[in-house]
């Protein structure tokens, strides 16, 4: 019964290794459209390297046979001088090939890695925004885009390298064969217990592998705790470096017992195939006395013999452990066709005049769940916003008011429902000329370790080299004095990762706030930008925003109820819905959700 | 660029250092296994002679035999000890080969493990201001990868290297028997490939070394170019194209710089190899001479052919192994010197006092940041009380996070000193005085394992205490939210697995300030607790901040200064300084910067 279930597994296996093997065209396909003259240039080193093992051994047996037929004649015949000189070129051809061999395929390696990561690059950007929420999908780009490129390329190498391998074998077997048809024959059967053995261990390193993945995550997110800043201080205060090293440990003793009976099993099987190798070439050697006795060889093939037979055996080895290793690589070579093949955000469509919004936007209906989640954000939501009017969104946390935006900068697709930008779907119209006319702060900005200048430039990326553009939309986001105070002011650079400047929490939030103003757009969407500002900051961010937002379309997110007030109508979100909306006095006289979070932090200044 | 050259100098003056630090990790995994490597090595080497010995008598007789007179059985008798011999050899050296994986992956294991663990046990004992710099990013970054770089290839690269020279040694002796010039001439040939292999280990070890902070450049690009933290930035501004832009240029620079190097490289190596070709060459038509003369047997003759092809063989293997030697040693240093690198923190000391009576006294508190050229705090005077409720407010980048860290004994003031009841903080053993202390960091840490794990991370001393825990949740409001999840308490947080379950920011929060309330401190710090709460839960956190802080010494941070009045003592830093302190009322009636600051904010819920 064991038993049987055994082979059900080895038969799944198989089936999967199969299927593995389709990318191996797929990928071939790919590499050729990037790389086609890199290609042609590899294939030809692969053939002639192939080939020249056989040249040497070949014009070694002639020369020692042309030798042994010298005898005692006087003078130096020219067929000696022939094989001669074909072997030593045999040799520095052998020498210089694998030289030069290594350095281009090191070389179209490097080229090759680069054209596929700037595929998978571009491929990324083209994603949409909400492909990044979903977890499983993350994951996927998540190993697609950890050093997948070197998988890909090493396919490749191991795949030439096999080719290399094929050819030496073929045509030392051709070789073989004409000394006696008895000695391939017997070679090849001796082979056959080594690849048993060795595709039996391929299955077993599988097993392992797939069943150790997650643990050895949770030891590699053990080993982030305890080395990152991330952590540091929460360790240190609540002493829980012990705990986690402990953790640490058993997972990993877990593991490690796991692996070496893996290989003491291997070890085992490697003695019994290597076995299996040595018998094999003793059979041989003893087929080579008894060719002898018959007089059937010359010479020359004795010493050619044993050498073809040693390189047979080698090659055969080097083979076999290239496609263990192509097969391993192909597993992470199936995310990376499924990764090229997700749904791209469609970009193209009705461009939008470049004419400032007459009609506005109006959402009809919209609805949007995350993909992958069965519990929808909001759900039909009729919202329709007038050009220049100053929206605020405000609502409890996980209300959908970041959701919202992001659907309204068609950034989301709503699941259901339109949005309609000057009467047009923004589903049918080209998102690249909507977003220009769009700028936003997240709550989430980034951080980008760049100088300042470039930090705020990145909201209007043609703008990099416009100063004073950059300059003021600095002084309107109240950043400018404590850029001044910088040590190369516009220029320092910032973020640990290459040795800048580190700011506070609030000085790159007025930073963040500095991008979004340098893009000169119409509609301006703020999402809780004074967070983590200081009361003065605050204010001075909500005074320069009223003149920034002049003439604008303006939806800003914020808990402070009080800011609301600046707002031409505030819209509540509330179970996935807008449970109110009005200007803060009618709000406050209808005495609902609204009015009760008001006079909850209003409290506070009483 | 003169700097960099003698920083790899140095580095070799280490390589003692550098072994010694080696051997002892080997010894500690397991010294018999270490010598067993070693001399499985030399061992394969020796079986060489065997081999040679049996191949060079076979094909004499080989050739000396002649068909007309004699039968197989004759001639397997008199060749049949030499057949023995050769096939034992071979038989003998696979064995070898085949148990020494399982040997070299049981050695690297542990070898491993106990690499890690120092590192890990070195990460978590460093004080908490070696987080900030990027130096220790780097060096961690470096040291992990030589982790991964297998410790026992350097074994088995000596191993392989001694057998080596054993075989070239063997060779030498065989063919000085032909005559002294013929191993003068080969030994002196195969010097300038040596030297040339050489060289171009170190060029590409200068290069490496040079192309690091180019190479760490290029990644972040990529980084940017594909991490869910800017995607939303990415396609709202249109930086796609610019990021892929910033990679594509310094990654073809990478790829220049590398190819310029490789092709000088594998020039020089063409001509080393031509060199020694040419020299097996002349002595081989040197040997021919000799056979044509008479002077030496056919048999004699094939059988140097051979061991000129071992030798050749066995010289790459020196070249190739030593590379890999110093391929190993140049990443391996790095795990020696981030064992030496940062400062650690105390681990000894006074004992904390049980209860604080006189309070805790800043005695000219001065802090700076490690690489950085500001104050971050000057001269701190100031007095907590035992069980005062302090509010820390002012702008952002005015040093109250530094202030609180200080406080938790996680920073040491680079002058003046913390008291606490007469007693100066820096001797205190900091693991009892943080037991005394708890903190909600504004950056918390969302550790990706079981809510209860979050939570009793707090106090893992007592992290049995169901009730406790439960109770500690009721009080933060987040019980119903655990009790919910799929499996309760036990479920996983985060998005790092498959089974695991985010948590909104304000939730994530609550957890944060559950496990700082598990822990029963007498001194809590909040740092901004709220920030990101919307006004029902901020209006939660604080009403039980009253009834947690009771009997505590409490350290509150934040921009509401609404919420400041819950404090018994206000303190206003600026720029590094106290410029207030007094209770709120105190403070307001004064008409400073606190009223102005705190009118500024009650202004919007006017």
Request: proline share 2%; charged share 20%.
């Amino acid at each position: 019964m064991a038993y049987s279930r055994g082979q059900h597994q080895i038969i799944d296996k198989l089936k999967a290794f199969y299927s593995r093997w389709v990318y191996m065209g797929k990928l071939f396909k790919l590499i050729i459209s990037i790389a086609s003259k890199e290609m042609a240039i590899m294939l030809v080193l692969t053939i002639s390297l192939g080939l020249l093992p056989l040249l040497s051994i070949f014009s070694l047996q002639q020369l020692v046979n042309a030798i042994s037929q010298l005898g005692d004649a006087v003078g130096f015949p020219s067929t000696t001088i022939l094989w001669m000189a074909l072997l030593i070129l045999a040799l520095v051809l052998q020498s210089v090939g694998n030289i030069y061999g290594n350095m281009s395929r090191d070389h179209i390696q490097e080229r090759i890695k680069a054209r596929i990561q700037k595929l998978i690059i571009s491929k990324t950007h083209k994603l949409s925004l909400a492909q990044f929420e979903n977890g499983e999908l993350y994951d996927k780009l998540q190993r697609a885009n950890n050093g997948l490129e070197n998988r890909l390329f090493s396919t490749m190498a191991f795949t030439f390298q096999s080719i290399t391998h094929v050819i030496t074998l073929v045509s030392l077997l051709i070789y073989l064969l004409f000394i006696h048809w008895s000695i391939p024959l017997v070679l090849l059967v001796g082979s056959v217990i080594f690849t048993l053995v060795q595709v039996r261990l391929f299955i077993e390193r599988y097993i392992l592998d797939r069943e150790q993945t997650t643990e050895m995550r949770k030891l590699s997110y053990f080993e982030r705790l305890m080395t990152t800043r991330e952590a540091a201080r929460e360790i240190r205060l609540y002493q829980l470096g012990n705990h986690l090293k402990g953790n640490w440990h058993a997972l990993n003793d877990k593991l490690r017992k796991e692996r070496l009976g893996l290989v003491r099993r291997e070890s085992r099987l490697e003695m019994i195939s290597s076995g299996g190798n040595t018998l094999t070439f003793a059979f041989v050697l003893t087929g080579i006395v008894y060719f002898a006795t018959l007089g059937l060889l010359s010479v020359g093939q004795y010493a050619a013999f044993i050498r073809a037979v040693l390189q047979f055996q080698s090659d055969m080895s080097n083979l076999l452990w290239d496609i263990a290793l192509i097969d391993n690589d192909l597993r992470y070579i199936q995310d990376f066709f499924d990764y090229l093949e997700l749904p791209e955000e469609t970009v193209s469509g009705i461009e939008l005049l470049e004419k400032s919004l007459v009609k506005g936007i109006a959402c009809e209906q919209i609805s949007f769940t995350y993909p992958g989640s069965d519990q929808s954000v909001f759900s039909q939501i009729d919202l329709a916003i007038k050009p220049g009017e100053r929206i605020a969104l405000v609502g409890n946390n996980g209300s959908g008011k970041t959701t919202l935006i992001k659907v309204l900068l068609g950034l989301y697709k709503p699941t259901a429902g339109r949005v309609l930008v000057e009467g047009i779907d923004l589903q049918e119209a080209d998102l690249a000329t909507w977003r220009k006319k769009c700028t936003a702060i997240f709550q989430d900005f980034h951080k980008y370790h760049v100088s300042v200048k470039d930090n705020i430039a990145i909201g209007q990326i043609e703008k990099i080299d416009d100063y004073n553009q950059i300059k003021k939309a600095a002084q309107s986001a109240g950043a400018d004095a404590m850029i001044q105070q910088l040590a190369a002011g516009y220029d320092t650079f910032l973020g640990k990762e290459f040795n800048g400047e580190e700011l506070s929490q609030g000085q790159w939030q007025k930073v963040a706030i500095a991008r979004a103003y340098v893009r000169d757009a119409e509609l301006l969407i703020l999402d809780e930008p004074t967070a983590a500002l200081d009361p003065q900051a605050e204010v001075d961010i909500y005074k320069q925003f009223q003149d920034v937002a002049q003439g604008k379309t303006t939806i800003f997110i914020s808990h402070r109820l009080g800011i609301c007030k600046l707002a031409d109508r505030i819209i509540v979100l509330n179970n996935g819905g807008i449970a109110e909306q009005g200007t803060h006095d009618q709000l406050m006289a209808e005495n609902g959700h609204y009015a009760g979070m008001y006079r909850l932090q209003s409290q506070w200044y009483a | 660029m003169q700097k960099k050259i003698q920083a790899i100098r140095m580095s070799m003056k280490n390589a003692t250092e550098v072994w010694g630090y080696l051997k002892s990790v080997l010894w500690q995994a397991s010294k018999p296994l270490t010598l067993i490597l070693l001399m499985l090595g030399l061992f394969s080497g020796l079986t060489l002679i065997a081999e040679l010995l049996a191949i060079t008598t076979l094909i004499n007789r080989l050739v000396e035999y002649d068909p007309s007179h004699g039968s197989f059985g004759m001639a397997i008798q008199s060749l049949l000890p030499w057949v023995v011999i050769f096939i034992g050899a071979i038989l003998i050296k696979q064995a070898a080969q085949s148990i020494q994986p399982y040997i070299s992956m049981q050695l690297q294991e542990k070898a491993s493990s106990i690499l890690k663990e120092h590192i890990f046990s070195k990460a978590l004992q460093l004080d908490l201001e070696s987080f900030e710099t990027e130096d220790y990013y780097n060096q961690l970054e470096n040291a992990k990868k030589a982790i991964n770089h297998r410790l026992t290839w350097a074994l088995e690269s000596i191993g392989l290297i001694i057998a080596s020279i054993v075989e070239l040694v063997v060779v030498i002796v065989a063919i000085s028997k032909s005559g002294i010039l013929l191993a003068l001439v080969l030994i002196v040939g195969s010097v300038p490939l040596i030297m040339i292999n050489l060289k171009s280990t170190k060029e590409f070890m200068k290069i490496n070394y040079q192309q690091s902070p180019t190479k760490r450049h290029s990644q972040y690009w990529m980084g940017l170019s594909t991490s869910r933290q800017t995607a939303a930035e990415l396609r709202l501004f249109g930086l796609g194209p610019y990021f892929l832009g910033k990679w594509e240029r310094l990654s073809e620079q990478l790829i220049g710089e590398l190819y310029t190097a490789r092709k000088k490289m594998a020039w020089l190596r063409v001509k080393g190899e031509t060199i020694l070709i040419l020299l097996l060459a002349m002595m081989m038509i040197g040997i021919v001479f000799a056979g044509v003369k008479g002077t030496i047997t056919v048999g004699a003759l094939v059988a140097l052919l051979y061991m000129l092809n071992r030798f050749e063989q066995a010289i790459g293997q020196v070249s190739g192994h030593s590379e890999t030697l110093a391929d190993f040693h140049y990443s391996f240093q790095y795990i020696p010197r981030f064992l030496q690198a940062g400062k650690e923190e105390l681990a000894s000391g006074l004992q904390a006092p049980e209860v604080i009576e006189q309070g805790i006294q800043f005695e000219n508190v001065s802090f700076t940041y490690p690489g950085s050229t500001k104050e971050s705090l000057k001269r701190i005077n100031l007095h907590i009380a035992p069980g005062e409720k302090v509010a820390l407010v002012g702008e952002n980048g005015a040093g109250k996070s530094t202030l609180a860290l200080l406080l938790l004994g996680l920073y040491q003031p680079t002058e003046g000193r913390i008291v606490v009841d007469g007693v100066d903080l820096t001797d205190i053993n900091p693991i009892f005085w943080r037991r005394k202390a708890a903190a909600v960091f504004q950056n918390f840490v969302k550790y990706q394992l079981s809510a209860t794990e979050n939570i009793t991370f707090g106090n893992l001393a007592d992290a049995d205490n169901e009730q406790k825990l439960t109770q500690v949740a009721k009080r933060s409001r987040i019980d119903a939210v655990l009790r919910q999840l799929p499996n309760g308490y036990d479920t996983l947080l985060g998005k790092e697995y498959e089974n695991s379950k985010d948590l909104s920011g304000g939730e994530w929060q609550k957890v944060a300030i559950t496990r700082a309330y598990y822990r029963e401190a007498d001194i809590l710090v909040l740092d901004e607790p709220t920030a990101a709460l919307d006004a029902q839960s901020e209006y939660e956190v604080y009403k039980q901040f009253s009834q947690v802080s009771e009997g505590k010494t409490t350290l509150l941070i934040s921009h509401r200064l609404g919420s400041a009045r819950l404090a018994d003592k206000n303190i206003n830093l600026q720029a590094g300084q106290v410029v207030e302190i007094g209770s709120h009322d105190e403070l307001i009636g004064r008409n400073g910067p606190y009223a102005t600051m705190y009118h500024l904010q009650a202004e919007w819920y006017q």
